[in-house]
């Protein structure tokens, strides 16, 4: 068993920028596959990004010019940034791992989530 948890969430205001962090109980460096998800109110979670094994990276079309998911330096955390941030952007950030190490699957294990609001 993997716990995650997820740091970073906060309110925001249009336009600013924000740091989420997911960190792992052991490492996940090259073992998993690494994605955030993003559930907002009345809506179903859904990918918003994932890292896999091996470094490569897929993003949501419509988020990948302002959402950019990274390893951290250390063997047990990711990154999310999040730029310009939007109203439209606010939702709870999952952070989840797969054992396949692929982003084909859904993740093995979850964080509880962190809030993100953007508001004025």
């Known amino acids: 068993q993997v716990e995650l948890e997820e740091s970073g969430g906060g309110l925001v205001q249009p336009g600013g920028s924000l740091t989420l962090s997911c960190e792992a109980s052991?490492?996940?460096?090259?073992?998993?596959?690494v994605s955030w998800y993003r559930q907002a109110p009345g809506k179903q979670r859904a990918r918003v990004a994932c890292?896999?094994?091996?470094?490569?990276?897929d993003y949501d079309a419509s988020l990948k010019d302002r959402f950019t998911i990274a390893r951290g330096s250390g063997q047990n955390t990711v990154v999310l940034y999040i730029d310009v941030l939007k109203p439209e952007d606010t939702a709870v950030y999952y952070c989840?791992?797969?054992?396949?190490?692929?982003?084909?699957?859904?993740?093995?294990?979850w964080g509880q989530g962190t809030q993100v609001t953007g508001t004025s």
């Open positions: 989840g791992i797969g054992r396949s190490g692929n982003c084909y699957s859904t993740p093995t294990y």
């Open positions: 052991e490492s996940i460096s090259s073992r998993y596959s």
């Open positions: 890292i896999n094994s091996f470094g490569l990276i």
